[in-house]
């Protein structure tokens, strides 16, 4: 159906019926943030951040890469989130700057997001209906939080 078709059709999202070996060998394909040569720069040689902006707190609290992936309901969205980080690491690598590390952490985040997506579809746990429901649901909590950002100075 229309549900399934459009979850598969997503140019990052795995065939369900993909053998798990066959997953990782697309994987393995696939240049990923946590393998990059600049990710694995460690953390004593990028510079501290000054003590001046360490002290003024910061008003909007910030999410987690696992918190920030579950917060996404839709494949289409993830999938964009991936393209963008893939992008932004391949701007950096072809620019000789260190990519940072919380990239390979955000990229495992959405990849396990859409993973679970995928399982609970194939379990009839997610269905189209349900799947619209959440989608909605999700539309008007980010348009309230929309709001409340553009209230903050």
Known sequence: DAFDASLQAQPH???AAVLPDEREHARRRTPSVATSRAAAVPPSSVPAASAKSAAKPSPVEEEDDVDFANAIVSDSVISWELQ?????TMELLSRGEIVPTSFGSRQQAL???REMIEIQVDCGQLTPELYQQQLRAAIGKEKQRSAELKKVP
């Not at 963008?84 to 932004?88: E, N």
């Open 13 to 15: 999202a795995q065939p």
């Open 111 to 113: 990849e396990f997001r």
């Open 84 to 88: 963008r980080l893939h992008d932004r």
